[in-house]
């Protein structure tokens, strides 16, 4: 099972970035997929999460507005378009997939795979 997270990159305050989160190895339209992320001395901290058909969707309260998640279960892609970025939202981002659910999609602990992370820098 792989998890490949790309799209990361060097943006000014108030750009967009686009990532995107692809799986293999796994019947990834059964698993719902979350993204976390964690700054430089910081813990992990949830994003944003989607259920396995996109009717239930979830963001933190220090992304909702600006960020929205979705997916392409034909390409095994989860897509999560980040806009209005902030200097905030520095840090590696991941993603992650568990089927069945176990719990509160927020909680990291509830995840079976886990990708590598993409690096995402918002300048000043």
């Known amino acids: 099972v792989q998890l490949q997270a790309s799209g990361g990159g060097l943006v000014q305050t108030g750009g967009s970035l686009r990532l995107s989160c692809v799986g293999s190895g796994l019947t990834f339209s059964n698993y719902a997929v979350g993204w976390f992320r964690q700054a430089p001395g910081k813990d992990r901290e949830f994003v944003a999460a989607?259920?396995?058909?996109?009717?239930?969707?979830y963001l933190a309260d220090s992304v909702r507005g600006r960020f929205t998640i979705s997916r392409d279960n034909a390409k095994n892609t989860v897509y999560l378009q980040m806009n209005s970025l902030k200097p905030d939202d520095t840090g590696a981002y991941f993603c992650?997939?568990?089927?069945?659910?176990?719990?509160?999609?927020?909680?990291?602990?509830?995840?079976?795979?886990w990708g590598q992370g993409t690096l995402v820098t918002v300048s000043s």
């Open positions: 989607i259920n396995w058909n996109s009717a239930s969707t």
């Open positions: 992650a997939a568990v089927w069945p659910p176990k719990g509160w999609l927020g909680y990291a602990h509830v995840y079976d795979y």
